[in-house]
């Protein structure tokens, strides 16, 4: 894969492992850190629950705000319908496949996938496809009661590559690499599919590596990629200070993000006002989670123009030279690659 050009505008299209990871902002920080000329923009699109479909009204949405030229796209692992994998009790495993719908499933990714690459390149975007992560089976296996999750994974990485092939993409085959560590060390959460902190600085590494701007990994022996696998571990260096401040503002649009789609569009064709009225009413039994990303949509939707101003604002300010990058390639020349 080639490295972002200067000046480039990207957008991260994905799902929750992208909204709620912190690996696009390393990539970004890298980039800052490398050149600090560089003059890119990086924002990140995901969306927590999303898939093909809530990526192209996502980018509707807001997308377009950012005016990209390149785009980078990492979905698959909720198109591919997790509870269709699911073992029911009572029932063997060949009582319960449900392959009419997984396939099904499949082919919806196939063609959703190409209607959103051909979206983005019909408006002039640089697209790259990254094929999805992975289900982590290797991890705890004897509480394994999701069969072939993985399995279907490895096929859309396939496809994934094939339509990268036939639309001129860029494409990375994230999947078997990340599949191939996590039998070494898991960096995944006990779901399965969202990565550990580590987990985030290792997607970071592995995708600036096929970019060129890392060196890449050798994994040709298990001692060689242990050793890969503590480098990550151990390379939590913070974020820029101006990345930062990006970081969390773009955080926290996309929590109301997640919430519009995670919630409220549960209230149908409604107003807005109907919306924040069945989000207040939903917030009154939630917990935990939903009940932070309830609170979320409640103070942050009447203020939603205003906080992607903020983040245009803020990520703005990250393209533009300053001394505290400098001062950092200074105090810490190995960022330099």
Same mark, same amino acid.
């Given at each position: 894969?080639?490295?972002?050009?200067?000046?480039a505008?990207?957008v991260?299209?994905g799902d929750?492992?992208?909204?709620?990871?912190?690996?696009? $902002? @390393?990539?970004y !920080?890298q980039?800052?850190?490398?050149?600090?000329?560089?003059?890119?923009?990086?924002?990140?699109c995901?969306? =927590?629950?999303g898939?093909?479909?809530?990526?192209i009204?996502?980018?509707?949405e807001n997308g377009?705000f950012?005016r990209p030229?390149?785009?980078?796209?990492?979905l698959?692992i909720n198109?591919?319908?997790r509870?269709?994998?699911?073992l029911?009790?009572g029932k063997?495993a060949?009582e319960?496949l449900?392959?009419?719908?997984r396939?099904q499933?499949?082919?919806?990714? $196939? @063609?959703g996938? !190409?209607?959103?690459?051909?979206?983005?390149?019909?408006?002039g975007?640089?697209?790259?496809i990254?094929?999805? =992560?992975v289900?982590?089976e290797?991890?705890?296996?004897?509480?394994?009661?999701e069969?072939?999750?993985?399995?279907?994974c490895e096929?859309m990485?396939?496809?994934?590559?094939?339509l990268a092939?036939?639309?001129?993409c860029e494409?990375?085959?994230l999947?078997?690499?990340m599949r191939?560590?996590l039998?070494?060390?898991n960096v995944a959460?006990?779901?399965r599919?969202?990565l550990?902190?580590?987990?985030q600085i290792l997607?970071a590494?592995?995708?600036?590596?096929?970019?060129g701007?890392?060196p890449a990994?050798d994994?040709?022996?298990?001692?060689?990629a242990?050793a890969?696998?503590?480098g990550a571990?151990?390379?939590?260096?913070?974020?820029?200070?101006?990345?930062?401040?990006?970081?969390?503002?773009?955080?926290a649009?996309?929590?109301v993000?997640?919430?519009?789609y995670l919630?409220?569009?549960?209230?149908?064709?409604a107003?807005?006002?109907e919306?924040m009225?069945?989000v207040?009413?939903f917030?009154?039994?939630?917990?935990d989670?939903?009940?932070d990303l309830?609170?979320?949509?409640i103070?942050g939707?009447?203020r939603?123009?205003?906080?992607?101003?903020?983040?245009?604002?803020?990520?703005d300010?990250c393209?533009?030279?300053?001394?505290?990058?400098?001062e950092?390639?200074q105090e810490n020349?190995e960022?330099m690659?």
């Amino acid at each position: 894969m080639k490295c972002f050009p200067k000046g480039a505008r990207v957008v991260f299209i994905g799902d929750s492992l992208t909204s709620g990871g912190t690996w696009v $902002s @390393h990539v970004y !920080d890298q980039y800052l850190r490398n050149d600090p000329h560089c003059g890119i923009r990086m924002y990140n699109c995901g969306i =927590s629950g999303g898939c093909t479909t809530s990526a192209i009204d996502s980018l509707e949405e807001n997308g377009w705000f950012y005016r990209p030229t390149h785009a980078v796209i990492l979905l698959g692992i909720n198109d591919v319908g997790r509870h269709l994998y699911r073992l029911q009790d009572g029932k063997e495993a060949f009582e319960d496949l449900r392959l009419e719908e997984r396939l099904q499933r499949l082919s919806d990714y $196939s @063609h959703g996938m !190409d209607a959103l690459v051909s979206m983005l390149q019909g408006r002039g975007v640089h697209v790259t496809i990254l094929s999805p =992560s992975v289900f982590n089976e290797s991890q705890d296996p004897t509480h394994l009661r999701e069969i072939g999750i993985d399995a279907a994974c490895e096929y859309m990485a396939e496809q994934n590559r094939r339509l990268a092939m036939r639309k001129g993409c860029e494409y990375m085959n994230l999947h078997a690499v990340m599949r191939y560590l996590l039998t070494m060390r898991n960096v995944a959460r006990p779901d399965r599919v969202h990565l550990e902190p580590d987990g985030q600085i290792l997607l970071a590494k592995l995708f600036l590596a096929e970019q060129g701007m890392l060196p890449a990994p050798d994994l040709s022996t298990p001692a060689s990629a242990m050793a890969f696998l503590d480098g990550a571990k151990e390379e939590c260096n913070p974020l820029l200070r101006k990345n930062q401040a990006r970081h969390a503002a773009a955080y926290a649009l996309r929590r109301v993000g997640d919430a519009s789609y995670l919630i409220a569009r549960h209230a149908g064709n409604a107003s807005d006002a109907e919306k924040m009225a069945y989000v207040k009413k939903f917030r009154e039994t939630a917990q935990d989670f939903w009940a932070d990303l309830a609170a979320r949509y409640i103070a942050g939707y009447p203020r939603k123009q205003e906080m992607l101003q903020d983040v245009i604002r803020l990520t703005d300010a990250c393209a533009i030279p300053d001394s505290e990058i400098q001062e950092s390639l200074q105090e810490n020349p190995e960022n330099m690659h």
